[in-house]
């Protein structure tokens, strides 16, 4: 009895937290901290074709700018694609990249990262994540790989709202341990599956209604805790309720891991750690949620509002989802110009 008030005490608190920070401003989109992408592809000795893909936000280009060695020199450059969310340029270096470094300007006052990947014409390969405490690579030294896909699975999974969302929502939703961790293991096998199908090319959705099913599928749960019926299929099974929901939320990690993809030398790698590093944001998500519950225990010796904190929480959460969900479905019924 004690370990199941915990379990709800601490969804609530959580979510409860979350929420209020939507609520008071905070524009918590699914995929709101997209990393950006910088590749650069020698095509010939010396010449470089770079691609540079930067997230936009609310029709805003964030103030980031790829930053080259000094030796290198534009020899041409296409106009900015704007493709709805992302800015994409184009252009042609000339320049000796085995030595030097390559940062990205503006990015230490951005919440972003940016993946950079070379292809040298010999066939080497490099990745690297560069972040707003890491700006800057020195490009003789060793760079870390397929290993750079592990912060970013973390990183994707930590700053996707919705999927904290829906964690948050499984904590509150069950109230013995052993069929919580079930559950969450339900979820985790169903999102490596279509995580693995998406990147890899064998199932495509677009991702407008997937994200817009990722919001129902928050609502759905919010509502199965306000009815709170045990007799419901989310309540008998909710195992088999997050596998089915962990199937959609799968397509939705893909996401950002598509438009960057996977390293050709590692390919197999770079998925594992990816996905790996999913998961080791669910659980610091998880760990997070019961370290703030204890804290407010002893700051707070008689928080006692376990149901007065459910309901709030999942009412947040359903209003926060239907708006999510509205939003972005909003887009599908706009006429073409």
């Known amino acids: 009895m004690r370990l199941t008030r915990e379990?709800?005490?601490?969804?609530?608190?959580?979510?409860?937290?979350?929420?209020?920070?939507?609520?008071?401003?905070?524009?918590?989109?699914?995929?709101?901290?997209?990393?950006?992408?910088?590749?650069?592809?020698?095509?010939?000795?010396g010449v470089f074709d770079v691609l540079w893909k930067q997230p936009v936000l609310s029709d805003r280009r964030l103030p980031l700018e790829p930053r080259f060695p000094?030796?290198?020199?534009?020899?041409?450059?296409?106009?900015?694609?704007?493709?709805g969310d992302a800015l994409i340029d184009q252009i042609r270096l000339a320049c000796d990249l085995t030595t030097g470094e390559i940062g990205i300007d503006g990015l230490a006052?951005?919440?972003?990262?940016?993946?950079?990947?070379?292809?040298?014409?010999?066939?080497?390969?490099?990745?690297?994540?560069?972040?707003?405490?890491?700006?800057?690579?020195?490009?003789?030294?060793?760079?870390?790989?397929?290993?750079?896909?592990?912060?970013?699975?973390?990183?994707?999974l930590v700053f996707g709202i919705d999927h904290v969302l829906f964690v948050l929502a499984l904590l509150l939703l069950i109230r013995a341990f052993k069929p919580l961790v079930l559950t969450i293991t339900a979820f985790t096998?169903?999102?490596?599956?279509?995580?693995?199908?998406?990147?890899?090319?064998?199932?495509?959705?677009?991702?407008?209604?997937v994200e817009a099913c990722i919001a129902l599928s928050i609502l759905f749960v919010a509502r199965e805790i306000i009815v709170d019926n045990p007799d419901t299929l989310a309540r008998r099974k909710p195992w088999l309720i997050a596998f089915l929901f962990g199937l959609l939320h799968g397509f939705g990690f893909a996401g950002a891991l598509a438009?960057?993809?996977?390293?050709?030398?590692?390919?197999?790698?770079?998925?594992l750690l990816f996905n790996v590093g999913i998961e080791l944001g669910q659980l610091a998500v998880i760990?997070?949620?019961?370290?703030?519950?204890?804290?407010?225990?002893?700051?707070?010796?008689?928080?006692?509002?376990?149901?007065?904190?459910?309901?709030?929480?999942?009412?947040?959460?359903?209003?926060?989802?239907?708006?999510?969900?509205?939003?972005?479905?909003?887009?599908?019924?706009?006429?073409?110009?």
């Open 259 to 271: 438009e960057i993809g996977l390293p050709d030398n590692a390919l197999a790698l770079a998925l």
């Open 7 to 45: 379990l709800t005490q601490t969804g609530a608190l959580v979510c409860v937290a979350v929420v209020a920070v939507f609520l008071s401003g905070f524009q918590a989109k699914a995929h709101e901290v997209r990393p950006a992408y910088l590749e650069l592809t020698e095509i010939e000795n």
């Open 70 to 83: 000094e030796n290198c020199e534009v020899t041409q450059r296409s106009p900015s694609e704007h493709t």
């Open 189 to 209: 096998i169903a999102h490596s599956i279509t995580l693995a199908l998406t990147v890899l090319g064998v199932v495509t959705l677009p991702s407008l209604p």
């Open 287 to 337: 760990a997070a949620a019961f370290l703030l519950v204890s804290i407010a225990r002893r700051l707070l010796p008689d928080f006692q509002h376990g149901p007065l904190l459910q309901s709030a929480a999942s009412w947040s959460l359903g209003i926060v989802a239907g708006m999510w969900f509205v939003e972005r479905l909003a887009p599908l019924f706009q006429p073409l110009s």
């Open 109 to 156: 006052q951005t919440l972003t990262d940016v993946l950079l990947r070379m292809r040298y014409f010999n066939g080497d390969e490099l990745t690297v994540v560069l972040r707003p405490d890491s700006p800057s690579f020195e490009l003789a030294s060793d760079a870390p790989g397929a290993t750079a896909y592990l912060w970013l699975g973390v990183e994707h």
